[in-house]
Structures are given as C-alpha cells and as structure tokens.
C-alpha cells in the first residue's frame, strides 16, 4: 500500500491530531480511522465520471506514534470498481498539503 507516513509522534502531538481529525473529518468506525473527503475539482475524469459512487476519500489511521494517510482513492459504496484508484500526482499533492497545513497549524514539527 502506497502511504504518507509521519512517525515519532509525542503524545501531546498524538492528543492534538485526534482532536483535529475528529473535528475536521469523517470518523469511520473502526477507532483511529478517519476518512477525507477528496474535493471535486481533484477528481479524475474517470471519478467525475462515477456520480454513483462518489463522494470520494482517501483514508488516515491515526496511532500514538505515528499518522499514515493511504494514496488509495476510495468509495464507500463499491469495494471494487474502476474509479477506486491510487491517487493521481494531483490527489496526493492535495493530501500532503492538507495534512502538512494541519501540523503547521497545530504547532507540530515534522
């Protein structure tokens, strides 16, 4: 599986990015998951193309050390369908950036 990973977390650092997470996405519910909605305008044509499995998500599994984000681009209404893909450079540009702006704004260093 293609990831992101940021290990070494203190468990201060741990305790502010659950906090966040549940606050600014979707908690799934296995514990420590969490689910980012991809925005539309990052959408692949074949994505765009699939309005019965969108809203589209990239996955985040949060434990006291470390935050790894899955490049997997998914749907929770198909297990197996030609729009569930890895991220295209776009996507995962857009995901580390988001997640990057989160451990700035938290004060956390990476």
């Known amino acids: 599986m293609k990831q992101y990973v940021i290990d070494e977390l203190r468990p201060e650092d741990y305790d502010k990015l659950r906090s966040s997470l549940s606050e600014y996405f979707?908690?799934?519910?296995?514990?420590?998951?969490?689910?980012v909605v991809l925005d539309?305008?990052?959408?692949?044509?074949?994505?765009?193309?699939h309005t019965e499995c969108a809203p589209f998500y990239f996955a985040i599994e949060l434990s006291p050390s470390k935050i790894a984000c899955?490049?997997?681009?998914?749907?929770?209404?198909?297990?197996?369908?030609?729009?569930?893909?890895?991220?295209?450079?776009?996507?995962?540009?857009?995901?580390?950036?988001?997640?990057d702006a989160l451990f700035e704004e938290l004060g956390i260093i990476s």
């Open 26 to 35: 979707e908690p799934s519910d296995i514990d420590g998951i969490y689910w």
């Open 70 to 99: 899955e490049l997997l681009v998914r749907t929770k209404n198909k297990i197996r369908c030609s729009c569930i893909n890895y991220a295209t450079e776009q996507q995962r540009n857009w995901l580390i950036g988001r997640i």
């Open 40 to 49: 539309r305008n990052m959408l692949s044509d074949i994505q765009a193309d």
